[in-house]
C-alpha cells in the first residue's frame, strides 16, 4: 500500500516540476493514505502525457472538424459504455456478492455517461451512421480497454471508473463543455451534462469523498491491503491506455490538405531560389 510518506517520496524524488498546482491541489483534496492519493500518485506520469496529448490534438485542430472530435470522443465512449454495463451485470447479477466494492461506488455516483456520449455522437456523425462509424473507427487501443474491462474483477472495475469517470467529475471535463459548444453547439455537450452546472465542488468532493472511503465498513482481513493495491496499480494501466487511444486516432481536420497546398506553394519558390543562389556561388567559387 501506498503511505502518505511514500507518496510524497514519489513527488519529490521523480520531478516535483511535472506536477501543476492544480494537480496537486486536486490530489490533495484526498485523504492522507487513501486511495484518492495513491491513485493519483500512481498515474501522475501518464497524466501529465496525457494532458500534453490532449492539448497537442486540440491545437492540430481537434476543435476545427467536427469528425476529428468524434473520432476521440468514439474512443472513450467505447470503454465507458463497456464499464458502465459492466457495472450493471455484476451489481445486479447472481454474482453480485464478489463485487462489494464496485457496488458501493455505483451507490453512492449516480452518473450514466453512456447516454450522453451517444447523443453526441448521433449529433456529430448522423442518426443513421453514428452506430457503423463508431465500430469502424474504433480502434485497437480502444478494443484492447474493453476486453479488459469485460473479464475485469472487483479491484478493475473500481480502477476503471477511477480513469474514465473521474477526469469528466473533477479533472478538465466540465472545461471543455464551453469550448465543444462553441465549436459545435451545444447539442454536441450531452456528456457533460451531469458534471457542469452549480454543485461543481460538491460533486468533486463527493467523489473523491466515494473513492477514499470505499473500505470504510468492509472486511480487514487481508481484503483491503491487496485491494488498494490491485486499485493503484490497475489504475495506471488504464490510464495508459487513455493515452494510447489519444495517440491513436487517424482523422485530420478538414483544412489540413489545404493547408499543405498553401505551405508548399509558399514555400516552394523561396526552396527553389535558394537552390538556385547556391548553385550560382557554386559556379562563381570554381570560375574563380
Request: net charge positive; aromatic share 10%.
Amino acid at each position: 500500500m501506498t503511505t502518505q510518506e511514500e507518496s510524497e517520496t514519489i513527488l519529490k524524488n521523480e520531478g516535483d516540476s511535472q506536477v501543476s498546482s492544480a494537480e496537486r491541489k486536486l490530489r490533495n483534496q484526498g485523504r492522507p493514505d487513501g486511495l484518492f492519493r495513491a491513485c493519483m500518485d500512481q498515474i501522475r506520469r501518464a497524466h501529465s502525457i496525457g494532458q500534453a496529448l490532449r492539448g497537442a490534438v486540440l491545437v492540430s485542430g481537434l476543435l476545427t472538424d467536427k469528425f476529428c472530435y468524434a473520432e476521440l470522443l468514439l474512443q472513450f465512449y467505447v470503454p465507458t459504455k463497456a464499464l458502465e454495463e459492466r457495472m450493471a451485470d455484476v451489481c445486479e447479477g447472481k454474482n453480485k456478492n464478489d463485487f462489494p466494492m464496485i457496488a458501493k461506488l455505483r451507490n453512492k455516483l449516480h452518473y450514466n455517461f453512456q447516454v450522453g456520449y451517444e447523443r453526441d455522437l448521433e449529433y456529430l456523425l448522423g442518426k443513421d451512421e453514428w452506430k457503423d462509424l463508431v465500430h469502424k473507427w474504433t480502434t485497437e487501443s480502444a478494443k484492447k480497454y474493453v476486453e479488459d474491462i469485460h473479464c475485469a474483477n472487483d479491484s478493475e472495475l473500481v480502477a476503471g471508473l477511477f480513469i474514465l469517470w473521474g477526469p469528466l467529475i473533477v479533472g478538465g471535463g466540465p472545461a471543455l463543455k464551453g469550448r465543444v459548444g462553441k465549436a459545435f453547439g451545444e447539442e454536441a455537450t450531452h456528456v457533460f451534462k451531469d458534471v457542469t452546472g452549480k454543485g461543481k465542488r460538491q460533486r468533486r468532493d463527493d467523489f473523491i469523498e466515494a473513492i477514499d472511503s470505499l473500505f470504510d465498513d468492509l472486511d480487514e482481513n487481508g481484503f483491503k491491503k491487496k485491494s488498494f493495491s490491485d486499485i493503484v496499480s490497475c489504475s495506471g494501466k488504464f490510464m495508459n491506455y487513455n493515452n494510447r487511444m489519444m495517440m491513436s486516432v487517424k482523422k485530420q481536420p478538414w483544412w489540413f490538405s489545404r493547408a499543405k497546398i498553401i505551405i508548399f506553394s509558399l514555400c516552394a519558390p523561396m526552396m527553389l531560389a535558394y537552390g538556385l543562389n547556391s548553385y550560382r556561388r557554386s559556379l562563381s567559387d570554381k570560375a574563380s
